[in-house]
């Protein structure tokens, strides 16, 4: 009876490692491929040149697969946007001119919305809702254009807000060309 348990136990050992070791190497097989970096940054949506030096920038990226790719994206997004309304929010406070006040307190409201949208996206990409991501990380990209184009009537423009601004909106882009031609099932876009 003990030689039967102990020969089960090692049975069950052995069945055990094999699959972490199975599911190991299937996860590091999946990794995002180049071609489909290619796929990516070369869609018609997206600013090439900013998501191929995105994609290099950090060595993260190459070790994702392509959903968590997707989640590293919502996550930068949303830590850019939290960063950029903090800003805004400070120069409103800050600025005396009246007309950058305003345009520095649109881009802090747009950006507070963003933040929202952004939540909303990470709870629609854990279930899957696909049309909720589309929505939320879409209207982020509206909200980020929309404050770019405010800032273009600032006295002294900041380029660094300006290129935050930028990234944010980019990095949207990025993420909804994922979720139209590598995510969703049916790609119709793509």
Known sequence: MVAYVKNNFLLVLIVVLLLFVVSSYAKIST?????????????RDV???FC???MKSSPQI?????SD????????D???TLDLMKHFQSLTNRTTDRSSRDSYKLCSELFSLGIHSLEIAFKA????DYDTLNRTVGNMSDYAEDCGSELSSVIKPIPQLLKGVSIVQNVSDIF???????????????
């Open 78 to 80: 949303f830590q850019k």
């Open 69 to 76: 790719l997707a989640k590293f994206l919502i996550n930068y």
């Open 52 to 54: 191929y030096e995105f």
């Open 176 to 190: 909804l060309v994922i979720l139209e031609c590598f995510l969703r099932k049916e790609k119709t876009l793509c």
């Open 125 to 128: 990409l854990a279930t899957n």
């Open 47 to 49: 600013n090439a040149s």
């Open 31 to 43: 990794k995002v491929t180049t071609s489909e970096i290619r796929g990516i940054c070369t869609h």
């Open 62 to 66: 190459a070790t994702l697969d392509i």
